[in-house]
């Protein structure tokens, strides 16, 4: 794959997430190949707006991407990462910010802007969560955004060296760094 138009996949999880993303990123890599992993990183949960009462925002986040050299068409891709989360018990409900034991995201396809229902590529949130560009960014600096028309390594930089709610958990970087060599 060439390195202007790489295929990257953004992961979280909040719900027993070291286990859940290892085994989550495996799967990935059977089916698409993990040539990468970004660096982890630990966020607190965002406050869900729709919240009731006085619930509180569930457990930190551990948040990454991943690079991937297989390729599949944006909705079967979609698919198979929807599929993923399904064997981890992924439950999807209209609350935007739930906890969650999986979150597989298509963050870029190169060049390629898709808005569908179910999809939209490259993701919307790239130019607002530190926690997605940086990792992004980690994996494919001179990739360019299609709609902000820069590289992904001038938005992680808006955010400043040292964004803030934003922790390297070095642990779970290092386990997760270990799929790209393991034989599916």
């Known amino acids: 794959m060439l390195d202007h138009a790489p295929l990257l996949i953004a992961f979280?999880?909040?719900?027993d997430p070291l286990p859940n993303l290892w085994r989550g990123l495996l799967r990935l890599h059977e089916e698409l190949e993990v040539c990468a992993v970004s660096t982890v990183y630990r966020t607190a949960a965002l406050p869900d707006p729709n919240a009731q009462g006085d619930e509180a925002p569930g457990a930190d986040f551990l948040n990454g991407a991943v690079r991937?050299?297989?390729?599949?068409?944006?909705l079967a891709l979609h698919t198979l990462l929807r599929s993923i989360e399904a064997e981890l018990l992924r439950v999807r409900?209209?609350?935007r910010y739930a906890p969650r034991t999986l979150d597989l995201d298509i963050a870029l396809m190169g060049e390629q802007v898709l808005h569908s229902d179910t999809l939209r590529v490259p993701d919307p949130d790239i130019p607002h969560r530190p926690f997605l560009a940086i990792p992004l960014a980690e994996l494919a600096p001179q990739a360019r955004h299609p709609l902000e028309r820069c590289p992904l390594s001038h938005i992680a930089a808006?955010?400043?060296p040292f964004p803030g709610g934003l922790t390297i958990d070095e642990p779970a970087t290092r386990l997760l760094h270990t799929i790209v060599g393991h034989r599916p």
């Open 158 to 160: 808006r955010f400043g």
């Open 12 to 15: 979280g999880s909040n719900i």
């Open 68 to 74: 991937v050299t297989r390729h599949r068409e944006p």
């Open 93 to 95: 409900t209209p609350r």
